[in-house]
């Protein structure tokens, strides 16, 4: 298994470029599909990708701010004093990256924008108190949690689903969450990811002899100098004693608490919006202070670059993928050789390869759906299996696709080749986990 790790590492250490590289080779792959596959001219094309250039614009803002106020969350006194006290307990390597892999993978299953976030923190805290920690690999670990939130609580697609007048409904209804993530296959299939991935991360670490890269301690050097900086400002005014007043982040806290409360006493439901709305005065009232909160919001927004840039090419790609029927031919081959027990298989395998051109599973969905939800109607497949897989299909290829990795890497401060190595392997157990779980739900079933 060392051999193997080392040679995909090696492998993405000469040949991966950086995400944004990889989002403009993708852009460019999809341009020549749409004129080779499609018969689509360049002047289409290229119409099509600039007017969708910035569809994903409203999303964008959504994940940065999901992502930055995440980490004003994640870092919070509070909870950093919890993630302190799980970290003290850990004293070897081994343990070090199963902590990480079930702290990443239970908090994307409870919320993905917080598991991205804490995941990668608690890696980085780990690395540094732990010695002899391999710092790429449980970084990569903490990432590889990311995949349970295609079985949890913020899973996009059967949210969506499961939601009165979603944009399919006229086509499929609503599915209760209790047909999808809540069913016995999905919730066995969630039990059997946290508990073997975190065991085959820690098997990837480096025996003894073998090549270890540990954390510098200097990472978070700029972030202390910026505290030190803070503590020299003039204290004493009426403008210091307002930035640190407890009263006022408390007030505005619980305003923005009343208001949850109420929207859901008025039969209100959970989206992005409200999700981000609870992160941010959850995080004031944590902080303490307006003038804290600004300071270690200005810390998360150091995470959130990569996204703000590359997100408008893959709306582009996406744009270009519904424009010219590619994505219906895509799926058309697989579902042309599948019945109705094995299409949610084909269906798992089609998203996994639509998700390298669109990575968002709400806008996934919303371009692979509708022909997934014909397709199945029409040879007799269970609509919620396969509304599954394609949602397992994209969490699935979330592991090795570099749109969702930019935060770690941010918080880490290492390059994707340097951790993408390891989330092959780890891609190809989950893999093989997905893979099973459609089948048997497919064929037991039918």
Request: charged fraction near 10%; charge should be neutral; proline fraction near 5%.
């Amino acid at each position: 298994m060392n051999k193997l790790a080392s040679f995909f590492t090696e492998l993405m250490r000469k040949y991966l470029p950086d995400p944004f590289v990889f989002a403009i080779a993708l852009t460019l792959l999809t341009v020549l599909l749409a004129m080779g596959v499609e018969g689509k001219g360049i002047g289409d094309i290229t119409r099509a990708w600039g007017n969708g250039f910035w569809s994903l614009l409203a999303f964008t803002t959504q994940m940065a701010v999901i992502l930055a106020m995440g980490y004003v969350l994640a870092t919070a006194p509070l909870t950093d004093r919890l993630l302190n006290r799980i970290v003290s307990h850990v004293h070897k390597p081994h343990t070090a990256i199963i902590v990480a892999t079930l702290v990443g993978g239970i908090g994307s299953y409870l919320n993905w924008g917080f598991g991205l976030v804490i995941g990668g923190i608690v890696a980085k805290k780990l690395a540094l108190k732990v010695k002899g920690v391999h710092y790429p690999l449980i970084i990569a670990a903490a990432y590889s949690g990311f995949t349970m939130y295609g079985l949890g609580l913020s899973a996009s697609i059967p949210v969506l689903v499961a939601t009165p007048n979603h944009p399919t409904a006229k086509q499929m209804g609503t599915i209760p969450l209790s047909e999808t993530i809540f069913s016995v296959p999905m919730l066995i299939t969630s039990l059997v990811i946290i508990v073997t991935l975190p065991l085959l991360n820690a098997w990837l670490h480096p025996k003894k002899g073998e090549k270890i890269v540990e954390v510098d301690p200097a990472i978070d050097r700029d972030t202390a100098t910026a505290s030190a900086a803070e503590d020299l400002l003039e204290k004493g005014t009426l403008a210091s004693k307002l930035n640190n007043s407890r009263i006022l982040s408390l007030l505005i806290g619980a305003l923005g608490i009343a208001y949850v409360t109420f929207h859901f006493m008025d039969g209100g439901s959970l989206d992005l919006n409200l999700i981000n709305f609870i992160i941010l005065f959850l995080g004031i009232i944590l902080l303490g202070t307006p003038a804290a909160y600004v300071a270690k919001l200005t810390e998360g927004i150091k995470t959130i670059s990569g996204i703000i840039l590359q997100y408008p090419f893959y709306a582009g790609i996406m744009a270009i993928m519904a424009a010219s029927g590619l994505v219906t031919t895509i799926s058309q081959v697989f579902v042309d050789v599948a019945t109705p027990e094995s299409l949610p298989f084909w269906g798992l395998i089609s998203s996994f390869v639509i998700n390298f051109f669109a990575p968002s599973a709400g806008g996934h969905w919303v371009i692979q759906g509708p022909f997934m939800i014909d397709a199945a109607k029409e040879i007799g497949s269970a609509l919620n299996q396969t509304t599954m897989a394609v949602m397992l299909g994209n969490a699935w290829n979330d592991l090795v696709q570099p749109f969702w990795i930019l935060p770690a890497l941010a918080l880490s401060k290492l390059k994707l080749r340097d951790v993408m190595g390891y989330t092959v392997i780890m891609m190809l157990w989950v893999g093989v986990i997905h893979i099973t779980a459609v089948l048997l739900w497919g064929y037991l079933t039918h």
